[in-house]
Structure formats: structure tokens, C-alpha cells
């Protein structure tokens, strides 16, 4: 009766399997396929997903009922794409083969193009061509009885955050000892494989942890892969190091200079199927390929912030909300308009005239980034500022307009009254799975590696919204309960530092290596080929930063990623 293709994996299919052994299943092999389709059979498609632990894709066809499911797993790990054209109902996991079929002739949609200027990722629903969908974690998507698709959630982070008011954690040393055991079992689960296992170790307090607890697990040294920088600030390797030789890991790393970068870039940006501008795709493709000489699969630290509150702009947005909150409306708006009198470049030559030792660096750019937020009327737009690329990003794009996303839902306040709670469900719901989860899938995929997220089990992430606001920061810090745990295993003073991330010097890059490539999609002329972005204020943008007077790698690398990716188009409408 039924029929499926699969992408992924699942984590608990023992378990599965044993409760279908009940029911009289009798396995013909150890694939978690047959169980999941076994699965699928007997409880159906919903019991079947809220049963499932693991990552994954799939479509199951009902022959007796003629209908078609799509599933996605619940943080998005893995992608699943669908479309109509030409009167058939086309699915892939991969955007860019919906194209092999003969019907498929997509329109490019321009307000999803204007919401990635935001962004610098298109969020879901949407895609870069206006037939095209994304399915939403934790959803699945119901075809057939001559009705037009439907979307299903089986999973909610909206009914994890309201039972989790209900079921907070009350003794922190106890909520400690519980994470401790629940991560060491979802990083036990995930450590199965029949083929070379290792890790990526950045030396952060995510990827720390979970090495620290493959290792605790392991009979032998765990492999772990680095990437390093000679650029003053970006360079993570050293601390990666110091954790893997406390840990005794087997620890490779690469050093990469900006030449190597420059080579791999057009195949870097090559693995996405629509544009995509977090510049951090590039170490995330290295350090796959470094792990790739070595392993076949590889656990990386990735969810941790979303779920435990690391992120420094959720210290940073709610510092400023709470102080912008306590100015009258109309202020703010008079201080932020004098603020803008004057423009950016004016601004730096205000700057100039200070003795060197009080100068500011790009005065008049941190002063309207300043103007802009201090006008918010609500704290999620302080947030929104924090995350834009682009503020205005429809004056960009030739006849786009800015496609909607739940940032911009006026319920959310009321729903969430803390910020932080405010900021983690966004980025839970937008950010995790349209970008850090699409970059690691594609670089990773790209060079025949898996790459499997045990900080992002299920569990794991219920569990987090448990853990009281004020203990997620505690002590001046994000994700306090996660450090609370890593601490057992690694000193503090391998770990405690301020978070860099996983960043790319493409500010010194786009002045020096990446210049000339950078002008060839930057150009008027070459935004003319295009069609999509008016030039003037990205030739504007572009000065700006050749002048050293402003950092604009960011949105400039959200036109860049775009240019690169509607140069290797063909066949679509505008």
C-alpha cells in the first residue's frame, strides 16, 4: 500500500521497531527506512512523526488512498521543496532539481528577493521562485482528494513554549544534572554509525560540548576537525586545540589562507539553490572537506544558541529596548530625525576633529544605526534592526515588496511577553532552519558528508524552554545551563571568552582578494544584465566601503550571493 523516498536519519529506531515487533512486524533488514514505513503503515502519518526522533525528509505515497505526504523533520534539519506546474505536483529536497522536469518554467518572485536583502536568507514558506514552497519544520503536507495542498503541523514550538510555562525548573543544580543526562544520551544516539564518525570543534561552548561528550563515551579518541584564520579576530583553531588536547581528541585543523577562499568560492555558492549570503559557508564547506578526508559522518554544535539563549545580540537588543522604553515616543522620533541631519560621511568628519584617543571608528554609521533603533516603537523592531542587512531593503528591488514573516507578527508580544522568548522563537523558527541549518546541509552535502545536530533533538530543545529566562542568562552570560554542563568536563578557562562565531574576514576580502570579482557583479553595468536591484545605492554602498570610512560587507555580500546566483540561471520569468 504504501511507498516511500526518504532522506535522513532517524536516532530512535529501536525503539520503533520494538514497539512494531508488538504488532507482529517482522523486519527484513536494520534500515530505518522499512521502520519508518512500517511506522507509517500501522499508526499512521502523524503518531508515526511525533514518535520519530531523528532528521529527515520524506514523501509517502498511499496507493489505496491515492494521496501524497510530504514530512520535514521538526527544527528543519533536513529540506523538502514542492510546486505546482503544468497540472502535476512536483516535490524535491533540493530546489534546484524541480528544473529537470520539462514543465517547470518559475517566475522569479521579487518580494522574497526583498525579504533576503533583510535577511540574507529566504525565510520559509517562501523561495526564490514564486511556484516553488519550502515545507515548514515540524509540518507535514497532505496531496490529494482533488484538493489543493495543505500543511499540517505535527510538532509546534508555539505548544512546546506554553507547556513549558507550565513546567519550568525549579532547582538549577537539578536542571544541570537532567541536561547533563539528557545531551549525553542525544549525543550517544546520534555517535551510531557503521561508518567513520568524528566532529567539527570550533572551541565554543556548543561544539565543547558535545565533543566532550562523544569523548565520554568513546573507547578511543574522537575525531575532531578545526578551521583557522591568520586575520587577527577570526582565528578560533587555537581555542579548538586547547579544548581537543584536554578532551585527547585526534585533532585536525587547516589554516586557510585568502587565496584558498577565493578558489572554492564559486563552488561554495554554487551548493545553494537560491541566493544565500551568510559568509560563514565558506569555513562551514572547508571544515566539511577537511572532516571529509577523515570521516563520513560528523556531530556539529549547532542549535545551542537558538535553544539556550547564546546569542550576543539578545544581550545587546534587550539592553537597548530596555533603555529606549523608557523615552517618550515622540522623543525618541525628534532625537532620532536630528540624529539623521547630518549623513554618514558628515558624521565621520565630526569624528575627525576628536583627539585620536576619543575618536570612534565609522562614527556615522554606528550613529544612524543608533537613529534607526532608538524610533522603534516595539522591542521586536529593535530586534528586527539588530537582524537586517538592508533597512529598507524594497527600495533595492525593482518591483518587489517585502514578503511578510512572523518578525513582524504584532501577536508575538502577547504571546511572549519576555524579549529573549521573543527573540530564541524567531530565530528557532527563521533563522535556525533558513540559514545556519541550510549552510551546514549544503556544505556539508556538497562533499558527501553527513553532518548530524544532537544539541537540536527534539528533547533537547523542550527541554531548553523549561529552563527559566533568568537562568539562560545568568552571571553576565548566555546559555548558563549549557556552560553549567560543559564545565564538568573542559576548565573554565579553556571556554570562557566572548563568542566570535564562525566568521570569514570578508570586510578586508572584498578591498583586497575578492575586489575585482566583487566589482564584475557589482557593477552598474552588471546590475543592468541582471534587472533585479537598482544601482545607485549599492554603487553608493560599495564607495562607502572602498573609502574605509564604513564596514558594509554584509549587505554587499547579500548582492553579491544574489548576482552569482541569477548569473547561473537560465529559463525563468521576471
Known amino acids: ?3 516511500i523516498s526518504y532522506n ?15 504488532q507482529g512486524f517482522v523486519a527484513r533488514g536494520s534500515s530505518d527506512t522499512e521502520v519508518l514505513l512500517e511506522g507509517i ?3 499512521g502519518i502523524e503518531k508515526t512523526l511525533t514518535r520519530a526522533n531523528g532528521m529527515f525528509a520524506f514523501a509517502a505515497w498511499d496507493r489505496s488512498q491515492r494521496r501524497l505526504y510530504l514530512a520535514r523533520d521538526r527544527l528543519g534539519i533536513k529540506p523538502l521543496y514542492w510546486a505546482q506546474a503544468g497540472g502535476l505536483f512536483l516535490f524535491a529536497s533540493d530546489l534546484g532539481a524541480l528544473s529537470s522536469h520539462p514543465s517547470w518554467r518559475p517566475t522569479l518572485n ?3 528577493i526583498a525579504a533576503y536583502l533583510r535577511f540574507g536568507y529566504i525565510p520559509a514558506p517562501d523561495t526564490i521562485w514564486r511556484e516553488a514552497h519550502k515545507l515548514r519544520p515540524g509540518h507535514f503536507l497532505v496531496y490529494g482528494d482533488g484538493r489543493e495542498p495543505r500543511s499540517v503541523p505535527y510538532w ?6 506554553s507547556a513549558a510555562q507550565q513546567e519550568r525548573w525549579r532547582d538549577p543544580d537539578a536542571a544541570v544534572d537532567a541536561l ?5 544520551d542525544a549525543v550517544g544516539r546520534q555517535m551510531v554509525s ?3 564518525l568524528g566532529a567539527f570543534l570550533s572551541g565554543g561552548i556548543d561544539s565543547s560540548v558535545v565533543v566532550a561528550l562523544m569523548q565520554a563515551q568513546s573507547a578511543r579518541p574522537v575525531q575532531t576537525f578545526s578551521i583557522g584564520f591568520n586575520e587577527q579576530g577570526y582565528d578560533e583553531a587555537q581555542h579548538a586545540k586547547a579544548v581537543a588536547r584536554h578532551l585527547g581528541t585526534d585533532h585536525h585543523e587547516l589554516y586557510i589562507a585568502p587565496g584558498h577562499a577565493v578558489e572554492v568560492l564559486p563552488e561554495v555558492a554554487g551548493l545553494y539553490d537560491e541566493p544565500f549570503s551568510d559568509s560563514s559557508q565558506i569555513p562551514t564547506y572547508l571544515v566539511s572537506e577537511l572532516a571529509r578526508s577523515r570521516v563520513t559522518v560528523a556531530l556539529s554544535g549547532d542549535g545551542g544558541d537558538e535553544s539556550f539563549g547564546g546569542y550576543g545580540r539578545y544581550a545587546v537588543g534587550q539592553q537597548l529596548w530596555s533603555r529606549v522604553a523608557r523615552v517618550p515616543g515622540w522623543l525618541r522620533g525628534g532625537l532620532s530625525s536630528t540624529m539623521r541631519l547630518l549623513d554618514e560621511p558628515q558624521w565621520d568628519r565630526v569624528g575627525s576633529l576628536l583627539p585620536r584617543s576619543l575618536r570612534p571608528a565609522m562614527l556615522g554609521m554606528r550613529v544612524h544605526r543608533l537613529a534607526r533603533r532608538i524610533r522603534s516603537s516595539t522591542a521586536i523592531e529593535i530586534y528586527l534592526s539588530q537582524l537586517s542587512q538592508w533597512h529598507q531593503p524594497e527600495q533595492l528591488v525593482i518591483g518587489g515588496r517585502e514578503a511578510p514573516t512572523i518578525a513582524a507578527d504584532a501577536a508575538l508580544e502577547r504571546r511572549l511577553p519576555d524579549m529573549l522568548d521573543r527573540m530564541q522563537y524567531i530565530d528557532t523558527l527563521m533563522y535556525l532552519p533558513d540559514d545556519i541549518l541550510t549552510k551546514v546541509d549544503r556544505a556539508s552535502m556538497g562533499v558527501s558528508l553527513e553532518c548530524r545536530v544532537p544539541l537540536l533533538d527534539h528533547r533537547v530543545v523542550e527541554f531548553a524552554w523549561r529552563i527559566p529566562v533568568a537562568w539562560r542568562q545568568r552571571d553576565g552570560t548566555g546559555k548558563w545551563p549549557l556552560r553549567q554542563v560543559l564545565y564538568r568536563y573542559v576548565p573554565r578557562s579553556l571556554v570562557d571568552r566572548p563568542k566570535m562565531g564562525f566568521g570569514v574576514p570578508i570586510d578586508h576580502w572584498l578591498r583586497s582578494e575578492l575586489k575585482d570579482w566583487a566589482w564584475s557583479l557589482l557593477s552598474p553595468v552588471a546590475l543592468e544584465r541582471t534587472g533585479v536591484i537598482h544601482a545607485a545605492p549599492v554603487i553608493a554602498a560599495w564607495k562607502a566601503h572602498q573609502s574605509g570610512e564604513q564596514d558594509l560587507h554584509y549587505p554587499l555580500w547579500t548582492i553579491l550571493m544574489l548576482q552569482d546566483w541569477l548569473g547561473r540561471q537560465s529559463g525563468y520569468s521576471m
Open 180 to 184: 547533563d543526562e539528557l545531551l549525553r
Open 110 to 112: 521579487r518580494d522574497a
Open 194 to 196: 557503521d561508518v567513520p
Open 1 to 3: 500500500r504504501w511507498v
Open 8 to 22: 535522513g536519519e532517524l536516532y530512535n529506531t529501536d525503539e520503533l521497531a520494538e514497539d512494531l515487533r508488538h
Open 156 to 161: 509546534s514550538l508555539d505548544e512546546v513554549q
Open 41 to 43: 503503515a500501522r499508526w
